[in-house]
DNA sequence: GGTGGACAAATATTCGAGTATATGCATGAT
DNA sequence: ATCATGCATATACTCGAATATTTGTCCACC
């Protein structure tokens, strides 16, 4: 076996990152055997995956209905965004408060992937995986220092769940290298105040963008 | 048939219920072959059941060295209080500020339940399951005004784990029928300052007593 | 006595066939 | 035309056997 995870890890994975990805569009259903085909795997583990990922609320599932990408809705953006604004600052006041050097330097490194790495795709029209890719591993090594897991794993997931927001937003596209740098150098000057006004600034105006296509 | 839901739901309800409730010390491994017989229902069942539970951290799970009750220590307690703090006012905020008549009805509803169920069990020692019940059915009462899912349901979470904290705790009952009323009288006058300093007063409190046996 | 390796038992994981439910379509009645 | 009913198909759900892994035990060997 070349395989040291179990299949379920496998699958869940795999899973996640095609629905943060952007593989497949907000609202379409996500059918076990066609699941149990593309990962070679029985129908038990693609169900305990999708399961695992509804509790998240990562899909959607209805009994009997089966399971579906989660739609976006304006209203839905609303109560994200406010529980992102209550949430994240609590995770970053942490983080910056209790961070290492260990922290900071997955930080640096993470700031500087994200400024190399080119935003759009081909089209032009969308945000590049890659960049998506990136932008969340750094918002993930901003809070990365805070060492209470609740608190982290919270905000982790209400930062997946804005990531996928972000993925389907067609429209014209910010420019955040300055914000993003801002939110560096407040971090690495342990300035916990100015940090939080720069996220939930960033918040804020991620809110007003995405708001705007649905 | 004379269940209208499936059996995933079933068996999911009837182990969280037996977690909180108590019915197994934290650390107990929760063996599939066990829960499928007590359960009359085949493995994949239960193990979809177990994997969600998981997923919020209400059972522990390790690659196949299968699922447990989770150990309940210091260091943990502490994390939850401290996300306690920091979340579960921003729900009751929320709460008294939104609610309507309904949420106050049911409010009032669940602390007349409170203040007529025994506190202690049979040995005097613990608090009786149906104390532990009301008790919690009064806490989601009072943040269920709230009207952004998330942030209820993040809130409701950390309240479940505490109250498997205090369900092991054996230690000296306090006397918490003023602070409730008092969280109720707060609520129905819909100052939401005062309120929260009392809930806060209370998850100070309750994290005093419980951490003097760990 | 302590160590390590092989074997056996217990347990977790995976798979796919069998069953139950929902969905779509055709037919007929009001 | 609209609605209701029944049938056919598609899909979700459940089960238990088959497989993979861990855990415990015994014994040879140092």
């Known amino acids: 076996m070349t395989d040291k995870a179990t299949a379920n890890e496998r699958v869940y994975s ?13 609202g379409q259903p996500l059918k076990t055997a066609e699941l149990c085909k593309r990962f070679e795997s029985g129908v038990g583990v693609v ?21 579906r990408v989660p739609e976006l809705t304006a209203d839905d953006l609303r109560d994200l965004t406010e529980a992102r604004l209550d949430i994240e600052p609590l995770a970053l006041r942490y983080s910056v408060t209790q961070g290492g050097a260990e922290w900071e330097s997955h930080l640096v490194g993470a700031h500087h992937l994200l400024t190399v790495t080119p935003k759009q795709d081909n089209s032009g029209k969308r945000y590049s995986p890659e960049w998506g890719k990136a932008h969340g591993a750094f918002h993930t090594a901003l809070i990365a220092g805070c060492r209470n897991r609740r608190v982290l794993g919270i905000a982790q997931r209400l930062r997946d769940t804005a990531e996928l927001y972000r993925r389907w937003s067609t429209g014209p596209q910010e420019d955040t290298a300055d914000d993003h740098r801002g939110l560096l150098d407040a971090a690495l000057a ?23 296509h649905l």
């Open 190 to 212: 342990r300035d916990a105040d100015l940090a939080v006004d720069l996220l939930t600034a960033r918040i804020r105006a991620t809110h007003d963008v995405l708001s705007q």
């Open 47 to 67: 169900r305990e995956s999708l399961l695992r990922l509804a509790e998240h609320g990562l899909v959607q599932v209805r009994p009997m209905q089966g399971f």
């Open 14 to 26: 795999a899973i996640r990152w095609e629905i943060l990805a952007g593989d497949r569009h907000p």
